[in-house]
């Protein structure tokens, strides 16, 4: 009987091992699932060549002020269920104004908008000439819609996009009403789940009258949603150069420039003579001399060289930066007609890197810039052409040669601004704190990297693509997952260095080694070590060395920085007052000069540009105040000194010469003390 017993046990505890073996073999081959990510093809864009009038082109916007619905958070596809693109918007629900291009949060004064989560609703309606009707084909482009946008025509769904920041575009020839009246409907969604990018979470919360839903997310901004660049109608003819692809480069020291071209044509010319079409390409001087000029082959690519060439130098690295020439696109069917006519603005230079140097038309580069935000009162990361331009200006006052598009790609606008003003862009994907790595999320990332090279390629002024800000790259997947988008972003453009904005110690990263370029971003002082000045520059040193012993790379800081409050004075220096974030930078300057000696490091970014608003956190008065400059866009006290630092530099390292305000006079006391630009 016992032996029964015993044996009977023995069998059970038997099957309980094997049972917890089962779970735990299943429990392994779950996590080993998870964790195999497949590097999967992405669809590639087409067209979306910036709209430009030309001889064969129209282009029509559709800016101004549309209608505009909020839908019930707990209901947000009652719109499409109920039809509302099928008539006017106002037939379904009360319309309130909404300008276009802005973010929707803060144009009224209500809350539920301002912090709404899911489906909003713009319609407006417009007429498009009699004249679109003949022998063309006529496009729908939007710059930007966040986060993801569904667009009807006449009550046609005409096309979906997901990812904030770039352009979308769709034909719309054969749903418009020629000589009549038209209508538009776009529905955009702002949601942020772990599989968009940027990533976020929706959770139900109960509140005073039940149950409410949340958006968190951990980056630093705010979710600002809404049509956010501009809407374009534009005419195409029905055989019409769809995208074009600039390489240049320079030889015989900077003498000899050279631009290959790749040109893809949408529609064939079946209807004209024959199927065989070739391109002329005609560059002009900024003075508009014709500097050369060839025929290309059936193919449509080819080469052009420009003698006694005008190098695109960045901003104080030359005394004519961003020099651009006209680059005229003529597409022509072999009969002579002549097809299609696109201009471009090209910029001829040359990019090149090591595993210490950085180098522009053979110069080697020490940036000087800033990480940004595309942000300002009222129409949050809406295209506002007075602030791009005031921008600029600032950033050409204060000094600076470059910025990163922390955290998400800018308007084409200021892209095209940066060409012409010479200031560097290293290009961000929207891609911020990333983890949880997932195969969904991977295919999204690289196709945020596929739309942005798509978009920004042909533009002097990008001199890197930045993969990614702050992603988790001490996780376990972090390995594989970036690797295969490093690689994909190179597969796609070659021509440029890849770096991403690393925070996490150098010790913990899985990234690094596959980028190019290292670029980190630490608070000392700040986050770290609040309020110890004494606690910086030691510490900035090491922490670049480390990165550059780790990789062996270039390394630059791409964020440092305090939060201030603008009128704040405290004097000794303290948290939160202009003081400090003047003596925060000086320390940091001390740390740079001390690194740029040892040749590997590259440049140096402050964090941030302006004041920019965030999510509501009781570690922000009114947003992020780490701007050198406010919110509207005037300086604070650190700004004279960064002025003074970078053009300090600029002179040093670029022999740029300084304006006239640079110091203030002080006293005639002699030699030994600075009292005006000559003394640098
Ligand atoms: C960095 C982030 C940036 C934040 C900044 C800050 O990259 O987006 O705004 O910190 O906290 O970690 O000011």
Redesign the pocket.
Known sequence: MHLKIRLTRRKLEIWALSLTSLVFAFYILNLTLALIILNKDVQTSRGMLYPRESETREVRTLDGIWNFVRSDESNPTQGIRDGWFKDDLSKSRPTIPMPVPASYNDITTEQALRDHVGTVWYDRKFFVPRSWAHEQRVWLRFGSVHYEAFVWMNGQLVVKHEMGHLPFETEVTHLLQYGAENRITVMCDNALIQTTVPQGKISEMANDGGVTIIQSYT???FNYAGIHRSVHLYTTPKTFIEQVDIKTNLTNNNSVGHVDYSIIVNGSATNEADNTLYARLLLYSREGDLVSNVRSDSKLLGSLQVENVNPWWPYLMHSDPGYLYKLEIKLYAANEQLLDVYRLNVGLRTLSWNNTTFLINGKPIYFRGF?RHEDADVRGKGLDNALMTRDFNLLKWIGANAYRT??YPYSEESMQFADRHGIMIIDECPS?DTENFNQVLLGKHKSSLEQLVHRDRNHPSVVMWSIA??PRTGQLNADTYFQFVANYTRSLDGTRPITA?I?VPSTDDKAGRYLDIISF?R?NAW?SNTGRLDMVTKRVIEEATAWNKKYDKPVLMA?Y?A?TLEGLHLQPAFVWSEEFQTAVFSQHFKAFDALRRKKWFIGEFV??FADFKTAQSYTRVGG?K?GVFTRARQPKAAAHLLRQRYFALGREVDQCSLPDDLFTYIADVGNSVKHDSSDL
């Open positions: 980056f630093d901004f990480g922390s955290h911020v800000n702050e904005a925070a971003n608070y986050y964020e920085g939060d964090w941030n992020n780490k």
